[in-house]
């Protein structure tokens, strides 16, 4: 069935360094990746996406990767503060599916001043 | 526009009762998915809406429905409630001609 394994679960980096969260899913159809931070008490807020047809997408400090092939896709910050820090989700979907995201599990990014 | 709004915030429920969530998409987007977010299994996916059908299900017992009216608002009910369908309960709106997905604030469900 349809799994997102996300990796790790809890990340802390000094404020400045770069974090990685990386996820792998598991059908080859899916074609949709967001990524969600939460911070606590607060809805899920879209801060990056890419489709299946592009290999890499930037938003200032941050930056998503996808390898179709390894069915792997990683969030990228860079230059970490301490605003950064909250929980983040990746997700995937499959095309015909828009509606329907499978999620990672999260991991809470604390960046520590 | 205005954001995803969710009714009400916070409910307390007894075992054994049903229980009615509120969702208003942003203007303009027809479908609605609802998830359900707790600790330990995360962020599920209950079921979405577009134009007033079921479009997808989860895996969640027949106890979860749905539905969406003709302006895109759409209800969850949860009936013969139990202890562990204490969760958050988002909804999220999306342009069906796109991908991107937002969230409301959720609903706090709390069964006792």
């Known amino acids: 069935g349809e799994n997102v394994e996300q990796h790790p679960s809890t990340l802390s980096v000094q404020e400045g360094d770069s974090a990685v969260i990386k996820c792998t899913y598991s059908?080859?159809?899916?074609?949709?990746f967001p990524w969600y931070k939460q911070e606590l008490g607060k809805r899920p807020q879209l801060i990056i996406d890419?489709?299946?047809?592009?290999g890499e997408k930037k938003d200032q400090r941050i930056a998503v990767t996808l390898n179709k092939t390894a069915k792997h896709f990683s969030l990228h910050i860079t230059e970490t503060q301490p605003e950064d820090s909250a929980v983040y989700f990746c997700?995937?979907?499959?095309?015909?599916?828009?509606?329907?995201?499978?999620f990672g599990q999260g991991t809470e990014l604390s960046v520590k001043p | 526009k205005a954001g995803v709004t969710q009714t009400p915030r916070y409910l307390i429920k007894t075992r054994g009762q049903q229980v009615t969530l509120s969702c208003s998409p942003i203007?303009?987007?027809?479908?609605v998915s609802w998830y359900q977010q707790t600790p330990g299994q995360g962020l599920q996916f209950l079921f979405e809406?577009?134009?007033?059908?079921?479009?997808n299900k989860g895996n969640f017992p027949g106890r979860f429905s749905g539905r969406q009216f003709s302006n895109s608002r759409s209800e969850m009910n949860v009936s013969t409630l139990e202890l562990g369908d204490s969760a958050l309960y988002l909804c999220?709106?999306?342009?069906?001609?796109?991908?991107?997905?937002?969230f409301g604030q959720g609903t706090r469900l709390t069964v006792v």
């Open positions: 999220a709106s999306r342009d069906h001609r796109g991908d991107k997905a937002f």
């Open positions: 059908d080859s159809a899916s074609n949709y």
């Open positions: 890419i489709r299946s047809n592009v």
């Open positions: 997700a995937a979907s499959i095309g015909n599916q828009g509606g329907k995201l499978i």
């Open positions: 203007s303009g987007h027809r479908s």
């Open positions: 809406y577009f134009s007033e059908t079921q479009r």
